[in-house]
């Protein structure tokens, strides 16, 4: 009964969907008030019921109701509590369903924060987002019904996919999602003024928050991704250039982009063009990322079961939504975008660089991701594209940019004097050199050239986006606004995620040996040894704990428990490695196999900096979240209301 | 040329291709196997490891040959699948026990059934490499001359089962 319930819930926010796309955009061209009127209770309306399936769902698997399809085979009644709730979207239908959930309070919190926007804007973004919704819907409940029942039902479920039960991986998709989704706003403002014909500085401030906001999401969501994947794959690595990595890559890429383009539009009322072509690109990726992920075009065909019908339909939403967007693009962007003069030295200039730059390596990535497919499609055989290509096309367009990143930030609008920038900048650039080289041959010893770039480049990042902030607190120096301390503070999150990137890249020592309980190994100057192995029992899970005791010239350093895990459902062996974590430095330890006679491999690694990785994400994410928090972008807001409404009113027909 | 255009049809030159993806069957890896006779091979039978199975026992009828392991999840889906195929008895099922524990893989067949006429115990892969097997669940099909007619990649079921093995195996006897 709750099932058909929820189904219930699901079909009624199909129709209000539907009902919050026709009628508010209908309303606008017309200029009929009534209708525009429907947009916000419709899209209230619609979250609720989206609300209440997502929770009847959620029940279902809490309860372990294993005549629903969707619980029998990613859920298990021994599977603990919160990993039974992160169950429901530990599966193909639930994903999707959570995906719809979170892109309805998203069109909620735009319709409830948009009173200030003009009305004709307002309505319009609810109905593109209603439109994206019912597509979604209608795919759910077409073709991934979650609600789906398995009669007779079997007496117990398939469990969670062992990977995914974990903390980590539990919030991983929720945060990735509400990043992807996120991005929608930004699309539906895109559609929404080329609908109007009218991109101004206005609509830009307005959009802005909205996208760091998304960014900041997606920004979490990855660096989570990636310190799981370190964690629990049992390998020490922190990224793998899979598709579905890349999937998350792209918009993560694209979005950036788009926050600088936002910017010049808003301050400069430029680059109009290529600000519409980035918010519907970086929703575009997640879509595409979505599609790729869920369709089984691109995964591996043991990762999740294929079904064309799914990917004929997900390719049709793709068609509909990107491919409209990108023709009303053709058709509307020429009359909106305009050139204007700046200098070579500018902030625009970087800002383009920027630009370019960052979408140079989301397209190369892209064409990394896609082209085995291409290949494939030209029976040209089948072939994968791996880690050196990714690393390659990621560094060349970055390196550049990290550099760039430094000056950029301090040049002025429209023209700037190369000769004050210089005087501005000199000192910074002078330590960073300085102590880059030094830091890096002190610490780790020597290393190729490209990791004394790779410090030094980050250290100039870090010291060149503190001046500022600094200089202000001695009182120096302009006032500076929450969105310009937030900038700063997320290019410093950038500077330190590249040093750790470099170091733990270059000084990483990574071994596999073969140890007896009771033996000792040498690595990187500390000694580990095997103190014995034993059998554990989890709630759903054998695991062989190992005690491992660090030492370092004779003074304990930690006590780690890696742990190889057998769940009992699916017998699949996990890895859990143990970590002692240090900013300086991680030492790992993860359980390989069994040798036999009494050995066993096991991984020992060094990773200095790694920490690094995720606190550069950190500090980047709380860049995004100060930047949002500018009173401008809802003070100014208010005061422009009444103009902006005459201006839309006035749009050509 | 308008440069505004340029993104839609860079759009529309992908989608062409994603729409040849689907098309092709992504579980479809060419074997150059298809068409050739199967590799020979003679190993201990599961559980009973004095006794070998082969290829030789395969020769004089249709028989299908599952790659499977208790590692697999995929194999523990299509498990009930083959267990009908084997109630159904028109087709000898021969498995190829990939990589696996032979007392984990007996107790698997113990408690879920066992649709294997004679199960091969494959531990170090070797076999496997042999016949290009790239993943488990595989299946391959095979004619009474020992030809490899077909291999399905990824769980059986009762679908593939009827439309590319069933159907293979009428349309060699219509035509010999």
Redesign the interface.
């Known amino acids: 009964m709750i099932p058909e319930l929820g189904q219930i819930c699901v079909t009624l926010a199909l129709c209000l969907a539907v009902v919050q796309t026709i009628f508010p955009l209908v309303g606008a061209h017309r200029h009929r008030g009534p209708w525009m009127a429907v947009a916000r209770p419709a899209a209230a309306g619609h979250f609720v019921f989206l609300a209440i399936g997502y929770g009847l769902l959620t029940w279902s698997f809490i309860t372990n109701d294993f005549s629903v399809l969707a619980v029998a085979s990613t859920s298990n009644s021994a599977l603990p509590l919160m990993y039974r709730i992160a169950a429901v979207w530990g599966g193909h239908e639930g994903s999707l369903l959570l995906w719809v959930l979170l892109l309805a309070i998203w069109t909620l919190a735009v319709s409830v924060s948009s009173r200030r926007l003009p009305e004709e804007l307002a309505v319009r973004i609810i109905g593109v987002m209603g439109f994206i919704s019912a597509g979604l819907l209608l795919y759910i409940l077409s073709v991934s019904n979650p609600f789906m029942r398995l009669l007779p039902a079997p007496p117990d479920g ?1 469990d969670l996919n062992p990977l995914l039960q974990d903390p980590a991986m539990a919030l991983h998709p929720p945060m990735l999602y509400t990043g992807y989704v996120g991005f929608a706003v930004a699309f539906a403002y895109a559609i929404a003024a080329m609908l109007a014909g009218k991109v101004d500085r206005q609509w830009a401030r307005w959009a802005r928050p909205w996208t760091t906001a998304a960014w900041l999401f997606l920004t979490l969501g990855i660096a989570l991704g990636s310190w799981w994947a370190y964690y629990e794959l049992g390998w020490g690595g922190w990224w793998f250039w899979d598709p579905v990595e890349n999937a998350s890559f792209m918009p993560w890429l694209i979005g950036t982009a788009l926050i600088h383009s936002l910017a010049v539009t808003e301050k400069r009322d430029l680059f109009k ?1 290529s600000t519409l ?1 980035l918010a ?2 970086a929703f ?1 990726l997640s879509l595409l990322g979505t ?1 790729l992920v869920r ?3 691109l995964v ?3 990762a999740f ?2 079904d ?1 019908s799914r ?2 339909f997900i ?1 049709g939403l ?2 509909v939504n ?2 409209g967007a ?2 009303l ?2 058709w509307r ?2 009359g909106l ?1 305009r050139n204007a003069g700046f200098r070579m030295v500018s902030r625009e200039t970087f800002l383009l660089v920027n630009n370019v730059l960052l979408s140079i390596a989301a397209g190369l990535i892209l064409l990394g991701t ?1 082209f085995p ?2 290949l ?2 030209l029976e040209m055989g ?1 072939i994968s594209v791996g880690k050196p290509y990714f690393d390659a096309v990621f560094v060349i367009p970055m390196l550049p940019l990290v550099f760039a990143t430094g000056i950029g930030m301090h040049v002025a609008w429209k023209n700037s004097d190369p000769g004050q920038l210089l005087r501005k900048l000199r000192w910074p650039a002078i330590i960073a050199v300085v102590s880059g080289v030094l830091l890096t041959a002190l610490a780790w010893g020597t290393g190729p050239v490209l990791t004394y770039v790779g410090v030094c480049a980050g250290i100039w990042v870090i010291l060149s986006s503190l001046r500022d902030p600094v200089m202000r607190l001695f009182g120096k120096g302009p006032r500076m606004t929450a969105s310009t301390v937030g900038m700063q503070l997320a290019h410093a999150g950038v500077g330190l995620f590249v040093i750790g990137v470099t170091v733990t890249s270059t000084y990483s020592i990574e071994t596999d040996q073969s140890i007896v309980p009771g033996e000792t190994k040498q690595v990187a100057g500390y000694t580990v040894t095997l103190k014995e192995l034993q059998q554990i029992q989890g709630p759903n899970y054998t695991a062989l704990r190992g005690d491992v005791e660090i030492t370092r010239d004779g003074q304990p350093v930690a006590r780690l428990h890696p742990e190889k895990r057998i769940y009992r459902v ?4 996990m890895t859990e490695a143990g970590i002692d974590a240090g900013l300086s430095r991680d030492l790992f330890v993860a359980l390989g196999d069994d040798l036999g006679n009494n050995a066993w491999s096991v991984r020992i690694q060094y990773k200095p900096m790694i920490r690094f990785i995720w606190f550069g994400c950190i500090v980047m994410a709380l860049g995004g979240l100060i930047a949002i928090g500018d009173r401008r972008y809802r003070a100014v807001a208010r005061q422009a209301d009444a103009p902006a409404v005459s201006g839309t009113a006035a749009r050509p027909a | 040329m ?1 440069r ?2 340029v ?2 049809i860079g ?2 030159i ?2 062409g ?8 069957d ?2 479809f ?1 060419p074997s150059p196997l298809i068409g050739k006779t199967m590799p020979t091979f003679s190993l201990p039978r599961l559980g009973e490891p004095d006794q070998t199975v082969g290829s030789d026992d395969m020769l004089g009828r249709f028989t299908v040959l599952n790659v499977w392991a ?2 697999c ?2 194999c ?2 299509e498990h009930p699948v083959l267990n009908r195929i084997a109630e159904q008895g028109d087709v000898p099922i021969y498995g190829l026990n990939w990589k696996d524990d032979a007392a ?1 893989a007996t107790d698997w067949l113990r408690r879920l059934g066992n649709p294997y006429t004679a199960t091969a115990f494959d531990e170090e892969g070797r076999v496997a490499i042999d016949w290009g097997v790239y ?1 488990a669940p595989e299946t391959f099909l095979i004619a009474p001359d020992g030809t490899i007619l077909y291999r399905h ?3 059986m079921t009762m679908d593939v089962w009827k439309n590319e093995f069933l159907a293979r195996i009428a349309a060699a006897r219509g035509g010999s």
């Open positions: 398939n063009g072509l519907i690109g575009s599609f369709s089984g075009v591996s065909v043991h079961a294929s064309p990917g004929i390719l793709l068609v990107i491919g990108l023709a693009y053709a962007a020429p975008d896609v497919l291409v494939d499609a089948k699916q017998t699949m062996p | 308008n505004f255009i993104p839609i759009f529309a992908l989608v291709f994603f729409a040849i993806g689907l098309n092709l992504p579980t890896v208790t590692w999840g995929g523990r889906q984990l993943g990649i990824s769980p």
